[in-house]
């Protein structure tokens, strides 16, 4: 009996028009998200190798047929993993929030890579070592006392489960992963907590 009613109800000039502002906001809502989504302008950007050299960073010179090749993900944007706006045409707004290199002093305080930090790239035999700041005479500059990974936390320098719940752990991603992980001794940071010391039996890890 209600099916009958809804189907009347529809069946009119009404109902019609309800059921198509309802399909245009879902289509607008789809739209609006999958645009929210896109990394087009990290791409124009980043594969335009005349701006890049201008802007100093030749060597960030990448392809969207790049990224699918060395990725092996095809249907990864950029911000899927690097996060950042990548609708915005200005780097500063463009790289806002996105994950970064930390870089700590000796007393394991963060400190600007700026100044310290020119090559973002190992190359060479040492690739471990290659990124350590140097000055001119190939020195290393003693102010560093070492770089983590952009995926740490800056407040433990450990793995930071927020940070893989927004890349690696999304729903269309890795989640399953991510959540096994996060039970284990090294997701759950279990060893680093039970440290007194930075030179703990237990430390350092992570």
């Not at 099916?3 to 019609?16: A, E, Q, V």
């Not at 740490?152 to 890349?167: E, F, N």
Request: hydrophobic share 35%; net charge positive; proline share 5%.
């Amino acid at each position: 009996m209600a099916l009958g009613r809804l189907w009347k109800f529809f069946g009119k000039r009404t109902g019609m028009a309800i059921l198509g502002i309802q399909l245009a906001l879902v289509l607008l809502f789809l739209y609006f998200y999958s645009g929210y989504q896109s990394s087009d302008k990290c791409v124009a950007c980043h594969a335009d190798k005349a701006k890049m050299t201008s802007l100093g960073n030749p060597q960030f010179v990448m392809t969207r047929e790049q990224v699918r090749k060395e990725s092996r993900h095809p249907n990864t944007e950029c911000r899927d993993c690097h996060l950042g706006n990548g609708l915005s045409n200005d780097p500063a707004k463009a790289h806002q929030g996105m994950l970064k290199l930390i870089v700590l002093d000796n007393d394991l305080n963060i400190i600007p890579r700026k100044g310290f930090v020119k090559q973002l790239l190992p190359e060479g035999v040492d690739r471990l070592r290659a990124m350590l700041p140097r000055n001119p005479d190939n020195s290393f500059i003693y102010e560093v006392g070492t770089l983590l990974w952009h995926d740490r936390s800056t407040v433990t320098l450990g793995y930071d489960p927020a940070i893989a719940k927004k890349t690696c752990g999304k729903s269309a991603c890795h989640p399953e992963e991510v959540k096994q992980f996060a039970t284990s001794m090294m997701g759950s940071n279990f060893r680093q907590r039970s440290m007194r010391t930075w030179n703990d039996i237990h430390g350092p890890n992570n």
